[in-house]
């Protein structure tokens, strides 16, 4: 079996993404979502992107059962058996660890990045060649990257991994030293100025062989789920999967396995990388106009307004005088207007509309 077909890629595109309530809601999440009025959803961009390198046949996308339909009508490419659908809501290891099982039963060499479906990677190519020289790195050890990009600034929405020793013949790797995730500022101005802390994509590459020696060793409680799924009939359909899934423990990646390995790796990269995953960070991250106003597929007539993030719905207009620094984000039964760096109040108001108002606004 040649390198490059032992590739494989795992898309996580199952949460909600309440971070950018109301418009990423429930019942179709942020990844389902074209943001930029491009014709392409965040969940088409990053099958895209790796579909330009990689064996289309070799990319799953894991998300929740209620979301099959969306991923079926937007990547109708895939097969079913490309789509791991998830039961129920559970954190990232559960995934992670459903999918690399499905994945070694396929090919017991394979070697996996997971992505998220939400990121913006502005350099394609060197996007592409950092994730082919990242494979080849963990199919020749046994160990756990990630990728790392250098901080534009402190910010308390990403979270942070300390760089350590180089890798001898390997120059942008290096081993990790800690993760630290949504630091307080002065920590996360402390990190920047340090010059040792790169930010965590959320972009992780391993063998699978090597994930599930990791998860065996580190959460002794998945130990028997991942021994019936391994020792599993390859005939049956992936659903029958379900039965273990739902007995594992909710646990973090973080927290589960990479903060508690001693071979885990960081690949500083230089891809032009922003992970979408709230108001703030959508501010900063993509282009503003003069006056640092950000408009999300939005037609706005705006006055004496600055730093704000506005996003309606095709057909509506905003006209804004004297605003500066909120989110006015509308969709469908809810229309939100609020300090966009104020993340405590964001998760506050949507819990708020849930429970008073019912589910229909979550």
Request: proline share 5%; aromatic share 10%.
């Amino acid at each position: 079996m040649n390198t490059i077909n032992r590739e494989y890629c795992v898309i996580l595109a199952g949460g909600i993404g309440g971070r950018l309530w109301p418009v990423s809601r429930k019942e179709k999440p942020k990844q389902f979502l074209d943001f930029f009025g491009c014709g392409h959803t965040l969940l088409q961009q990053t099958y895209e992107r790796f579909a330009g390198f990689m064996d289309p046949s070799h990319i799953y996308v894991s998300t929740n059962v209620e979301y099959i339909g969306w991923v079926e009508e937007q990547l109708p490419q895939i097969t079913r058996s490309q789509i791991l659908a998830e039961p129920i809501r559970r954190n990232t290891l559960p995934s992670i660890a459903w999918a690399t099982l499905h994945i070694y039963r396929i090919c017991p060499e394979a070697n996996i990045v997971v992505t998220p479906a939400d990121q913006l990677i502005l350099n394609e190519e060197a996007f592409a060649r950092d994730v082919v020289s990242g494979l080849k790195f963990v199919s020749s050890c046994s160990a756990l990257l990630t990728m790392g990009v250098k901080p534009s600034r402190p910010d308390v929405g990403y979270g942070y991994i300390q760089a350590g020793e180089v890798v001898e013949g390997a120059p942008y790797i290096y081993k990790v030293k800690s993760f630290t995730e949504k630091p307080a500022m002065d920590f996360a101005r402390m990190f920047v100025d340090s010059g040792e802390f790169y930010w965590n994509t959320g972009l992780f590459l391993w063998n699978a062989r090597t994930m599930i020696q990791s998860i065996c060793d580190l959460v002794p409680d998945y130990m028997k789920e991942i021994v019936g799924w391994a020792n599993g009939d390859n005939g049956k359909d992936v659903d029958d999967a379900l039965e273990h899934f739902v007995s594992l423990p909710n646990l973090s990646l973080d927290y589960g396995i990479l903060e508690r390995s001693r071979d885990v790796f960081v690949q500083v990269c230089n891809f032009g990388w922003a992970d979408f995953g709230n108001w703030h960070s959508m501010h900063d991250d993509i282009p503003h106009d003069a006056e640092g106003n950000v408009l999300l597929n939005t037609k706005a007539m705006l006055y004496n307004s600055k730093n704000n993030v506005v996003c309606l719905p095709e057909g509506r207009i905003a006209v804004i005088d004297g605003l500066q620094g909120f989110v006015v984000a509308e969709e469908g039964n809810v229309l939100m207007i609020c300090p966009k760096d104020d993340s405590a109040a964001l998760r506050r108001l949507m819990t708020d509309a849930q429970m008073r108002l019912g589910e229909e606004f979550s």
